[in-house]
């Protein structure tokens, strides 16, 4: 998924009324019941509540506090296989890299027997900086977007927009990209890629959007939380095998992206190894999206109000190529995913309700490369 189609699609929220979220995987919650200790198995000269749940009181030394002992073993962290991939991007020693997101989308609605087809071209280049890792050894790289081209198409009404270009028509969205242009984020990630544990410089990157327009704030906030930046980030990574393992040909992944008024976006992705691409490894996606319409809470802070909906996409197909050469490499060289959505939603619109008839299809494209690709010369330092 584009990575930053998002945030590009929202500010035409009253046409577009679909956001597809991006994806990660999703960590197993622990039972609860099963950190519970059972004083019949636990010796009774050792105080229940100093035993680790997660150690097996019938291996350990009853004299022994295995919290603090540090002969006590722990289960040993698994070792990656022999031939596993490294995931090496964000390396402190690497080098910063481009990443050029690029989306085409076409909708058709159907409003009271109208059609109306709106279409859109949407390209970010956003610039990945890897810095000194955490204490803890996790990932810290920063994200900044430095060149924006859009092209939209609303019933006949035409809107365009290139940071690289020497002249910029002024149109509604000009001090909005302009501004998008000069914020950047700083993600802490785990060395696994399971996880985003931190975001350093969400509220100046929401500040400095709601400058534009005030009354965004509130909308930007949700959309804009910190776990849908997490999910617009993780395509970058998110196709990655667990522990780089392919020798399990297939595994899953899961998004889950709540953008308040506008819905819940469930993206199911299934993930399959197909083998060599020449020096690189080819890995198969398909997806099934899942829409649930917002809250009564939610639906605040719109021009508009989404009563009912029932849009699902059944179709999403793609593939993605990791570059594994350790000095070049260690990241997705190129993704692709294609997908088609329909629907029907019920929106209300001044107080009156409309019916309207959604259908769309979506190519998303992804590249990485370490020089500024040709036609972004003109993109931001």
Known sequence: MNVWRLLGISTFLIA????????????????????QVDPKKVDPKVDP?????KVDPKKVDPKVDPKVDPKVEKPPVEAPKAGALKFTAFDKDKKPF????????????????????????????????????????????????????MKISIGGNQISYDSTSATKPKNPMTDFFEQLTKQELTFTIKSDLSSVTKIDGREDFIKGLSEINPQMQTLLKQ??????????????????????????????????????????Y?????????????????????SKLTYTQP??????????????????????????????DPVKGGRFDYT?????LTGNLTIEVGNQKTSVELTQDQEAYSTASDDLPPDWKGAAK
């Not at 509540?49 to 749940?53: Q, S």
């Not at 900086?129 to 990932?139: E, L, V």
């Open 223 to 264: 959309i804009l939380s910190e776990k849908a930046l997490t999910r617009m980030a993780e395509p970058t990574w998110y196709a990655f095998p667990p522990g780089g393992d392919l020798g399990k040909k297939e595994w899953k992944g899961e998004s889950i992206l709540d953008l308040g008024p506008i819905g819940n």
């Open 336 to 340: 692709e995913l294609k997908m088609k």
């Open 98 to 149: 481009y990443q050029m997101q690029k989306t085409k989308t076409k909708q058709e609605m159907k409003v009271m027997s109208q059609v109306v087809i709106q279409t859109q071209e949407q390209d970010f280049l956003i610039l990945w900086t890897p810095k000194p890792a955490a204490a803890n050894g996790d990932y810290v790289v920063s994200q900044k977007i430095i060149g924006v081209k």
């Open 49 to 53: 509540k100093k035993v680790d749940p």
């Open 295 to 324: 809250n009564a809470q939610a639906k605040a802070g719109l021009p508009f109000i989404i009563h009912t909906a029932d849009l699902k996409a059944d179709t999403g197909t793609g593939h993605t190529i990791f570059n594994p």
């Open 16 to 35: 577009t009324l679909l956001l597809v979220g991006a994806t990660r995987y999703t960590a197993n919650a622990e039972d609860p019941k099963k950190a």
């Open 266 to 286: 469930k993206t199911d992705f299934t993930f399959t190894y197909k083998g060599k691409d020449g020096a690189k490894e080819k890995i198969d996606i398909t």
